[in-house]
């Protein structure tokens, strides 16, 4: 079997067994992609929070806010966590920032009170959890 032979025919075989995934393509209109995007993302971090989700859902921030303090209030609840408990959390869900979806620390609602402490502690968001 030749090279092109042989690349062909894996492309055929892949292509057929991928499985079926969601998709946000190009195409689609800016807030049917983050639909998109958002739905798989719940559907993969079932009933864990993430800190970007917890400034969104819980706290009602925006979008902007979310994406300019989120990676910083995510560090603030870590250490908050490592603190409280003795190590980082071994969870991991995904949270997206504008079209990419990324690894980020996940927290069940058990674990609730952590994030609202280090909340209260982070400058930025302490008037969010005041209100």
Do not use: C, W
Request: glycine share 8%; net charge positive.
């Amino acid at each position: 079997m030749t090279t092109t032979a042989r690349a062909t025919t894996i492309r055929i075989v892949t292509s057929a067994t991928r499985p079926t995934r969601t998709r946000a393509s190009h195409h689609m209109s800016v807030t049917r992609r983050h639909a998109v995007i958002d739905a798989y993302i719940a559907r993969v971090n079932g009933g864990l929070i993430t800190a970007a989700a917890y400034l969104r859902e819980v706290l009602g921030a925006g979008e902007a806010f979310t994406d300019r303090f989120g990676s910083s209030f995510g560090t603030k609840v870590s250490k908050a966590y490592q603190a409280a408990i003795g190590r980082k959390s071994n969870r991991t869900g995904l949270a997206r920032r504008g079209y990419r979806i990324f690894d980020a620390f996940a927290y069940t609602t058990g674990e609730k009170r952590i994030l609202d402490q280090a909340a209260r502690g982070y400058d930025k968001t302490a008037p969010l959890i005041a209100a």
